[in-house]
Nanobody, 124 residues
């Protein structure tokens, strides 16, 4: 059974940084495309950044230049480095995976496996 568990969320002031981590169990992630998504209260879940099995990344315009996605296949880990955080980044952040390893899309419905989320709160 594939399980994803996020960690690293918290509360920071505007301009601060956080690093989210996601560990996967039940499979090896090397063949998967992986991504980070977020959902703010009252809003739809949206893609933040994804990385496919070739290491090619796609980053949403709203976070480009501030967020970096990376993966360590040997450790079955996915990361999201978030710098210069803004209040509008406040949301629950989710890790997700798809066996369509070549995917570079941020489409929510393209991903089959999801973690439970980690909360990020940015105060002004």
């Amino acid at each position: 059974q594939v399980q994803l568990v996020e960690s690293g969320g918290g509360s920071v002031e505007s301009g601060g940084s956080l690093r989210l981590s996601c560990v996967t169990s039940g499979t090896t992630i090397s063949r998967y495309a992986m991504g980070w998504f977020r959902q703010a209260p009252g809003k739809q879940r949206e893609g933040v950044a994804v990385i496919n099995n070739a290491g090619i990344t796609t980053v949403a315009d709203s976070v480009k230049g501030r967020f970096t996605i990376s993966r360590d296949n040997d450790k079955n880990m996915l990361y999201l480095q978030m710098n210069n955080l803004k209040p509008e980044d406040t949301a629950m952040y989710y890790c997700a995976a798809t066996t369509n390893g070549f995917y570079r899309t941020c489409g929510v419905y393209d991903y089959s496996y999801w973690g439970q989320g980690t909360q990020v709160t940015v105060s002004s």
